[in-house]
């Protein structure tokens, strides 16, 4: 498979960027960690659930609409925080970020990107979110949260799954790191991989373009995830996202919750949205699935917030069964990233238009005509 129209779902598009890129910088991205259970079982988790189809309902226009924190989005899809895209696709942020309010739905710029939050402000004109890890500098948060509203940055989500980096196998058998660094395998990678390294070498080099001043070379040569973490305040705890409530008087979401009791803890200090995820498999290995976990926090926050799930969704259906299980949207991580691998802009336009048209057949399918007010029976 050649080009991008040869690629008819997801998977698709994953097998492209197998080829396409350097093995380091694929199992960076499509990688989870240690033995990738939790990673297997967010697919799983979504994939065991079979619909129970309604027959002779109109699904002649399906609305596809969902409505977050009061906006219209055009399909109940947002795309995740992912840092070190650049890796993948020179701008590789930019190009998803286009290529999401392209398609009317949410795109969340990530503290670790590797463009800036003035950089992403201006080259989208479209609506986006700020994810927020917690470093240790805590003038350097401020700092952020600061840069984001001042950039017009609508909505906050902080993430409280990476206290420190989960051990991700792949990347330390493949001593990737950022900034990259040139091993004798790295350099014979690119070398296989001329396309990619042509691109890298006539573009801007990868970096934490938000935390660069900041984070200097400290751990320069760590994998990327221990990088992260090493940065980050693992003692933030209750009190700290309290204060963090008062600060941002936009909407706030937290992202990473797994557990029942954290969301009603969340919905008493008044955190707007939860986002619950596992990091995509890539933080505790042995987490419950995404999936699986929704249900309980559907059942204890009784439709009183905004519930985003994510972790492993690859087809459209998956928006529909999530729906079912009480999420209001879902996010959507490696699909459109793995789709900027192969193509930039063009590439990640294409993965958000194959799960539009997959959860669009979906719903026809199954007889639900609008997401947003959908009741779907699962078996
Ligand atoms: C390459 C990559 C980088 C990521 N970086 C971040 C990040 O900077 N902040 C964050 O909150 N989550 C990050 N995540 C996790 C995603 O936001 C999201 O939770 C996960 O990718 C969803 O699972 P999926 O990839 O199966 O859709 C990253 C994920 C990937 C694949």
């Given at each position: 498979?050649?080009?991008?129209?040869?690629?008819?779902?997801?998977?698709?598009?994953?097998?492209?960027?197998?080829?396409?890129?350097?093995?380091?910088?694929?199992?960076?991205?499509?990688?989870?960690?240690?033995d990738?259970?939790?990673?297997?079982?967010?697919?799983?988790?979504?994939?065991?659930?079979?619909?129970?189809?309604?027959?002779?309902?109109?699904?002649?226009?399906?609305?596809?609409?969902?409505?977050?924190?009061?906006?219209?989005?055009?399909?109940?899809?947002?795309?995740?925080?992912?840092?070190?895209?650049?890796?993948?696709?020179?701008?590789?942020?930019?190009?998803?970020?286009?290529?999401?309010?392209?398609?009317?739905?949410?795109?969340t710029?990530?503290?670790?990107?590797?463009?800036?939050?003035?950089?992403?402000?201006?080259?989208?004109?479209?609506r986006?979110?700020?994810?927020l890890?917690?470093?240790?500098?805590?003038?350097l948060?401020?700092?952020?949260?600061?840069?984001?509203?001042?950039?017009?940055?609508?909505?906050?989500?902080?993430?409280?799954?990476?206290?420190?980096?989960?051990?991700?196998?792949?990347?330390?058998?493949?001593?990737?790191?950022?900034?990259?660094?040139?091993s004798?395998?790295?350099?014979?990678?690119?070398?296989?991989?001329?396309?990619?390294?042509?691109?890298?070498?006539?573009?801007?080099?990868?970096?934490?373009?938000?935390?660069?001043?900041?984070m200097?070379?400290?751990?320069?040569?760590?994998?990327?995830?221990?990088?992260?973490?090493?940065?980050?305040?693992?003692?933030?705890?209750?009190?700290?996202?309290?204060?963090?409530?008062?600060?941002?008087?936009?909407?706030?979401?937290?992202?990473?919750?797994?557990?029942?009791?954290?969301?009603?803890?969340?919905?008493?200090?008044?955190?707007?949205?939860?986002?619950?995820?596992?990091?995509?498999?890539?933080?505790?290995?042995?987490?419950?699935?995404?999936?699986?976990?929704?249900?309980?926090?559907?059942?204890?926050?009784?439709?009183?917030?905004t519930?985003?799930?994510?972790?492993?969704?690859?087809?459209?259906?998956?928006?529909l069964?999530?729906?079912?299980?009480?999420?209001n949207?879902?996010?959507?991580?490696?699909?459109?990233?793995?789709?900027?691998?192969?193509?930039?802009?063009?590439?990640?336009?294409?993965?958000?238009?194959?799960?539009?048209?997959?959860?669009?057949?979906?719903?026809?399918?199954?007889?639900?005509?609008?997401?947003?007010?959908?009741?779907?029976?699962?078996?």
């Amino acid at each position: 498979m050649s080009n991008l129209s040869g690629a008819l779902s997801i998977a698709d598009l994953r097998q492209m960027a197998r080829r396409r890129l350097p093995a380091s910088v694929f199992d960076f991205i499509d990688g989870g960690a240690e033995d990738e259970r939790t990673l297997a079982d967010n697919r799983h988790a979504l994939t065991r659930h079979r619909i129970s189809s309604r027959v002779l309902v109109d699904v002649s226009r399906p609305n596809l609409e969902t409505s977050i924190f009061g906006n219209t989005w055009a399909a109940p899809f947002v795309v995740c925080p992912m840092g070190s895209c650049a890796l993948g696709w020179p701008e590789a942020d930019i190009a998803i970020a286009k290529a999401a309010t392209s398609h009317g739905i949410a795109y969340t710029l990530s503290t670790m990107s590797t463009t800036s939050i003035e950089r992403m402000a201006s080259a989208v004109q479209g609506r986006l979110w700020f994810q927020l890890y917690v470093l240790k500098n805590s003038a350097l948060n401020d700092d952020l949260i600061a840069r984001a509203h001042a950039a017009g940055y609508e909505a906050l989500v902080v993430t409280v799954d990476l206290p420190v980096g989960g051990k991700r196998e792949r990347d330390l058998r493949n001593g990737i790191s950022m900034p990259l660094r040139f091993s004798t395998k790295h350099i014979w990678q690119g070398i296989t991989h001329p396309g990619w390294a042509w691109r890298m070498i006539n573009s801007k080099f990868p970096e934490f373009e938000n935390v660069r001043d900041f984070m200097g070379q400290e751990g320069a040569g760590l994998t990327i995830a221990a990088r992260v973490g090493e940065s980050l305040n693992a003692s933030y705890q209750w009190s700290d996202l309290v204060q963090l409530r008062d600060k941002w008087k936009g909407k706030l979401l937290v992202k990473g919750v797994q557990h029942p009791g954290d969301a009603l803890r969340m919905l008493e200090i008044g955190i707007d949205g939860l986002w619950i995820s596992n990091h995509g498999g890539r933080q505790l290995d042995g987490a419950i699935a995404s999936a699986d976990a929704l249900p309980a926090i559907y059942e204890a926050t009784q439709g009183r917030t905004t519930l985003i799930m994510d972790s492993g969704v690859r087809r459209g259906v998956d928006a529909l069964v999530a729906k079912a299980l009480g999420a209001n949207a879902v996010g959507i991580g490696r699909a459109p990233l793995l789709g900027a691998c192969v193509g930039g802009e063009k590439g990640a336009h294409k993965a958000i238009e194959i799960l539009i048209d997959e959860l669009r057949r979906a719903m026809q399918l199954s007889g639900v005509a609008n997401f947003s007010s959908a009741k779907v029976d699962l078996s």
